[in-house]
């Protein structure tokens, strides 16, 4: 009975908050009249709904057994509603499920700048109560903050032709010295791959990728719309999703027993039964590829493709020569980097609600305002220099993990060490004692000089975000 109610208590007793002070209140369960409905508090800070995009919430929700796998608990598509409003400004709350039901979206559905803090009424699939024992787990909700990324074409490559030193995708020409580049249209196009095709790419190092295949018409190219986690994955993130699961799956994703985690940076302990960081918003290292894929099938969420890390980039905007996502071609202006511990922060005392258009480069922000697509941790995306990433479909996650603790989308580039389909894009922090170059910390949008490096590995600089 005592390991029970310490299951419980370090489950629910505080708020949950990891990613620019995003809290959620431990939901209330009603099970009543052959429905359920979770009723918690949701507040998060500078959210924004813009002319061009959006920022929004993911929800997901999980019955939480004292012992063993959680489970995944899925949601209605309708029924939502806001109960109370305390936000400086009353918002008009926007809910929007996933058509798997697995999770939905909560934002700004109208013209809105600040921060949120409401109380907030979710339906719930009642038939996915009925095999639990609701006495004996913790019933929870998780959030991760996204941004928007809308519907648009938008242009692969550099204008620059000395780029191609460095793997930039190009369309192919017969005329010497120029570069045409590739604009993408359509979401289901399919790209051909070789000197004589749609898209091609030099090969300097050997990491760029095979050089050849068919992007199929099913991967996701970044023209729809879709959402991208607004940050990495954090500390505080990685520590909450250890701490739902068994304790040999818990075992497995424990990246605090790599070699020299403290010396390099990693925060996160194992206090009294728990997973937990001093640093809830620090970028998460030593995630390796498998880590990050169980996250992302457990939260509902799958990797993006080097093309989406391209949209979220630089959206619809014309590319210039060098351009970082933040849209010009200088790195020098930064002010957001790693303090001692680790944690990203303003080196000129601004804070995030000052973030605008015309300030991007300051804060290291995506023409879409997506965070630190540059210059913080690897990002690690679907390739399509490999046979492997190029079949990727992007399926989600269910919320579900197989018996062995992984993730089940076979679609999915695995974290076999040699098995292919994994890429790197926008360069990584790997701490102040020592030159940068080129493309470290910081890449330009084009550069892919490890697009198709399978680097699965945990590392002090990898990292990773999702994307549904």
Known sequence: MKTYFLFLVLLCSALVGYSDNLKLSTPVLYLENGKATAVFNLSWDNSWHTNKNHDAVWLFFKSIPANGQAYHINVLGDGHSKVADFSDVPVDLGFET??????????????????INVTIKITLNHQNFESINNRNAAFRVFGIEMVNIPKQDFVLGDPDPSAQNYGSLYQPTSHKNTVS????????????IGMDADLFYQKKEGYEGDQTGVVPAGFPKGVDAFYLMKYEITEGLYATFLNTLPNDWQDLRNITKEENYERDGGSITFIEQKFQTPYENKPCKFLGWEDAMTLADWSGLRPMTEFEFTKAS???????????????????????????????????????????????AYFGASHYWVMDLSGSMWERVVSIGHPV?????????????????????????TGDADAGGVGFRGGGFYGYNRAYHEFNPFSPIAYRPYG?????????????????
């Open 314 to 360: 630089r959206g619809n905007r014309k590319p210039i020569a060098g351009e970082f996502p933040w849209g010009t071609n200088n790195k020098y202006l930064m002010q957001r980097m790693p303090d001692a511990n680790g944690v990203l922060q303003m080196n000129n005392g601004w804070e995030e609600d000052m973030l605008s258009d015309d300030n991007l």
């Open 452 to 468: 198709g490096w399978h680097g699965v590995n945990r590392n002090k600089a990898y990292g990773c975000r999702l994307a549904r």
């Open 389 to 413: 990433g190029r079949l990727y479909t992007g399926s989600y996650g269910d919320g579900k993990l197989g018996s062995n603790g992984l993730a089940t989308n076979t679609d999915w580039p």
């Open 181 to 192: 580049l590739c604009r993408l249209k359509s979401e289901t196009s399919e790209l051909k």
């Open 98 to 115: 996933a058509p798997d039901s697995v999770g939905l979206f909560v934002f700004p559905k109208s013209a809105f700048r600040g921060n």
